[in-house]
């Protein structure tokens, strides 16, 4: 695994001491994460960058689960909102500006794009301004769950865009009641799909239909692959799209026979196999997932297409996952489309928002890592 940067053990390791007065999340190389109290840091924005002061940040599960892909030793957190401090030449923002976005990931980001501290580097081309209507704990905690919504909505599943929409047909969103899969299922709604098939735990179903879901399926029942082919054929409609906004089991000691019989990615492929077999091929289906099992037929997102990402990968060493502008700015005129429409009818909404202070928020980003929220964005308020 990739050694962290020299940077990294010169600010944080030697900031321990508890007269400081800046509280942040860090990731050690191994171990739990950790509240620390460090001297408060200065950093400089240059070309395409804004200093911020952040007032939130939301906690996402790639906060910790990103240290198998070798970025540890740091500063942790990609989502915030906060106001703008100091701005570079030919920024779109300007001091005083409340902005809210996500940082980029990769071994060699920045310390100062971790977000779990009192003053961030925002890339200006990963932001965009909040508007009256979206409330502040949410903008925090928006954009990297929708950013993962839109690259399976409209990106790789290609559905019409939200202020243009269509018939696309019916989708299946596989973990409708998490973070992803809601925003996912709000936008599929959005841009036409019907009907509208998720999985879900009982308590959760109510509050789906009501953003858009036509059907909801408990993901634990037995037959509930049965169960939605059985929607199907009683909807008489064909499912070709699926997104998995689950992924892999959080238990990493399991064998692949389990992955290939109960990963949410193969039970999605499972409520295709028996729909009119014979006529796959003039409509192949789709599925997209955020974490793959392994069945090399779906495609696994990468929700940051604005950046040359490097990850150190178990098994297969360092790995870069090269920028695709085109698809960057469509997804910023998505997300500034949400921002403006957020909680309007139409529009879309984060389920439910819990706001923590500093002093639980070790055990949210544990909780959140071990997919414990039940659907709650969870952000820290600063």
Same mark, same amino acid.
């Not at 509240?35 to 400089?44: A, G, M, N, V, W």
């Not at 990106?155 to 865009?161: A, E, T, V």
């Given at each position: 695994?990739?050694?962290?940067?020299?940077?990294?053990?010169?600010?944080?390791?030697?900031?321990?001491?508890?007269?400081?007065?800046?509280?942040v999340?860090?990731?050690?190389?191994?171990?739990?994460?950790?509240?620390?109290?460090?001297?408060?840091?200065?950093?400089?924005?240059t070309?395409?960058?804004?200093?911020?002061?952040?007032?939130?940040?939301?906690?996402?599960?790639?906060?910790?689960?990103?240290?198998?892909?070798?970025?540890?030793?740091?500063?942790?957190?990609?989502?915030?909102?906060?106001?703008?401090?100091?701005?570079?030449?030919?920024?779109?923002?300007?001091?005083?500006?409340?902005?809210?976005?996500?940082?980029?990931? *990769?071994?060699?980001?920045?310390? @100062?794009?971790?977000t779990?501290?009192? &003053?961030?580097? /925002?890339?200006?081309? !990963? %932001?965009? =301004?909040?508007?009256?209507?979206?409330?502040?704990?949410?903008?925090?905690?928006?954009?990297?769950?929708?950013?993962?919504?839109?690259v399976?909505?409209h990106?790789?599943?290609?559905?019409?865009?939200p202020?243009?929409?269509?018939?696309?047909?019916?989708?299946?969103?596989?973990?409708?009641?998490?973070?992803?899969?809601?925003?996912?299922?709000?936008?599929?709604?959005?841009?036409g799909?019907?009907?509208?098939?998720?999985?879900?735990?009982?308590?959760?179903?109510?509050?789906?239909?009501?953003?858009?879901?036509?059907?909801?399926?408990?993901?634990?029942?037995?037959?509930?692959?049965?169960?939605?082919?059985?929607?199907?054929?009683?909807?008489?409609?064909?499912?070709?799209?699926?997104?998995?906004?689950? *992924?892999?089991?959080?238990?990493? @000691?399991?064998?692949?026979?389990?992955? &290939?019989?109960? /990963?949410?990615?193969? !039970? %999605?492929? =499972?409520?295709?196999?028996?729909?009119?077999?014979?006529?796959?091929?003039?409509?192949?289906?789709?599925?997209?997932?955020?974490?793959?099992?392994?069945?090399?037929?779906?495609?696994?997102?990468?929700?940051?297409?604005?950046?040359?990402?490097?990850?150190?990968?178990?098994?297969?060493?360092?790995?870069?996952?090269?920028?695709?502008?085109?698809?960057?700015?469509?997804?910023?005129?998505?997300?500034?489309?949400?921002?403006?429409?957020?909680g309007?009818?139409?529009?879309?909404?984060?389920?439910?928002?819990?706001?923590?202070?500093?002093?639980?928020?070790?055990?949210?980003?544990?909780?959140?890592?071990?997919?414990?929220?039940?659907?709650?964005?969870?952000?820290?308020?600063?």
């Open positions: 695994m990739t050694s962290p940067s020299p940077q990294f053990d010169q600010i944080i390791m030697a900031s321990k001491d508890p007269t400081s007065k800046v509280k999340l860090y990731l050690p190389s191994q171990g739990p994460p950790e509240l620390r109290t460090i001297s408060d840091q200065s950093y400089t924005p070309h395409g960058q804004s200093l911020v002061r952040v007032l939130y940040s939301g906690i996402n599960p790639a906060d910790l689960k990103h240290r198998s892909l070798g970025i540890h030793s740091t500063i942790v957190g990609y989502d915030y909102c906060g106001q703008v401090l100091q701005s570079s030449p030919g920024s779109p923002f300007k001091p005083g500006d409340m902005i809210a976005g996500c940082t980029p990931s *990769g071994v060699s980001r920045l310390l @100062g794009y971790g779990h501290q009192a &003053r961030i580097l /925002a890339v200006n081309d !990963m %932001a965009f =301004k909040v508007p009256p209507n979206l409330p502040l704990p949410a903008a925090g905690g928006l954009t990297v769950c929708l950013r993962a919504a839109i399976a909505i990106i790789h599943l290609r559905l019409p865009l202020w243009s929409p269509g018939t696309p047909g019916p989708i299946l969103i596989w973990g409708g009641a998490s973070v992803v899969g809601s925003c996912a299922l709000q936008l599929a709604k959005a841009s799909c019907h009907p509208i098939y998720t999985t879900a735990s009982p308590h959760h179903h109510t509050g789906l239909l009501q953003v858009g879901a036509t059907r909801c399926f408990d993901y634990r029942a037995p037959d509930v692959v049965s169960q939605i082919r059985a929607a199907a054929a009683s909807d008489s409609v064909r499912l070709t799209m699926a997104f998995d906004a689950v *992924g892999l089991p959080s238990s990493s @000691g399991l064998e692949i026979e389990y992955y &290939r019989a109960h /990963a949410s990615e193969h !039970m %999605a492929e =499972k409520c295709f196999d028996a729909l009119d077999a014979g006529s796959r091929s003039a409509t192949p289906p789709r599925v997209v997932t955020t974490v793959s099992g392994g069945s090399g037929r779906a495609r696994v997102l990468n929700a940051m297409p604005d950046w040359d990402v490097d990850w150190d990968i178990p098994g297969h060493g360092p790995t870069v996952l090269d920028s695709k502008p085109k698809e960057a700015e469509e997804m910023l005129e998505v997300i500034e489309w949400v921002a403006e429409n957020y309007k009818k139409g529009g879309l909404r984060l389920l439910r928002v819990k706001v923590v202070e500093w002093e639980d928020a070790v055990a949210e980003l544990e909780r959140c890592a071990e997919g414990g929220t039940g659907g709650e964005k969870v952000v820290i308020k600063h």
